[in-house]
């Protein structure tokens, strides 16, 4: 299984701790972003792993060749970093999708379970893990469900019809490899494509073709996006350091 983080945007909502280095390169409770992903990975036997990086990329390269070894975790380098929303990052890594894949956005923190979970999940070409709350707010991805299958899935979508929301941790099988691959390179053969989240495509897809929902409530996650994401991503990574020390 191989695992494409997507970590190409500076994180300018975190300014000033991206003034000079990129989102997934922030610290946090002694190591970075970043560094909490691939450990987690390699506790699920993900050892394949290529990170997109874009704004401060030597920062993150010099960061990985550090800590697990040059060439050990391999990167892409994103020139349309500045210009393009993450489809433009997909689009860079479509060479990576040939076959079975995590994407992985760069500001999700996880436990090793969440991952676990996704992997053990059912068989489908396309899975987005999602989790649910008591509300959603403008910025959740939310999603539409029925039962399992996806319907919809954005951050407009109507809150009267919201069941749970994308964590940012998608798995694809099979035919759901090419499928989104495919439908990545279409998409961005129109200018406007660039401004597009991946998740946009996802949503696309599920018109067509069934997308499956992996549910992981009740585990331990979070999404860094502003300071006021830091004291949960805090919580996370201690939960995490915690389940390592009595591994």
């Known amino acids: 299984m191989k695992a494409i983080i997507l970590s190409a945007g500076q994180g300018k909502r975190l300014l000033p701790l991206t003034a000079e280095r990129p989102k997934c390169a922030v610290e946090i409770h002694g190591q970075s972003m970043i560094e909490w992903q691939i450990d987690e990975l390699h506790r699920c036997g993900v050892e394949d792993i290529c990170v997109v990086l874009g704004y401060g990329a030597e920062t993150v390269e010099k960061l990985l060749a550090e800590r697990y070894g040059a060439g050990k975790v391999r990167t892409i380098f994103n020139p349309f970093y500045a210009v393009s929303d993450n489809l433009g990052t997909c689009w860079v890594a479509r ?86 691959r495919n439908t990545v390179e279409r998409v961005l ?7 597009r989240w991946y998740l946009s495509v996802i949503d696309e897809l599920a018109q067509q073709h069934p997308v499956a929902t992996c549910c992981i409530e009740g ?14 991503a805090e919580d996370v990574v201690r939960g995490i350091a915690q389940a390592g020390a009595v591994a």
Request: charged residues 25%.
């Open 189 to 195: 053969r129109d200018t406007a494509g660039l401004k």
């Open 219 to 232: 585990l331990l996650w979070g999404e860094v996006d502003c300071p006021e994401d830091l004291p949960h």
């Open 95 to 180: 060479a990576e999708m040939t076959a079975d894949f995590i994407i992985l956005n760069g500001d999700t923190l996880f436990q090793a379970p969440v991952l676990a979970k996704l992997l053990a999940s059912p068989a489908h070409p396309v899975t987005v893990t999602t989790d649910r709350k008591p509300g959603y707010d403008s910025d959740d991805m939310k999603v539409i469900l029925e039962g399992e299958r996806l319907l919809r899935i954005g951050k407009d979508l109507p809150l009267d019809q919201v069941h749970a929301e994308s964590i940012g941790m998608l798995l694809f099988r099979g035919e759901g490899c090419a499928l989104f």
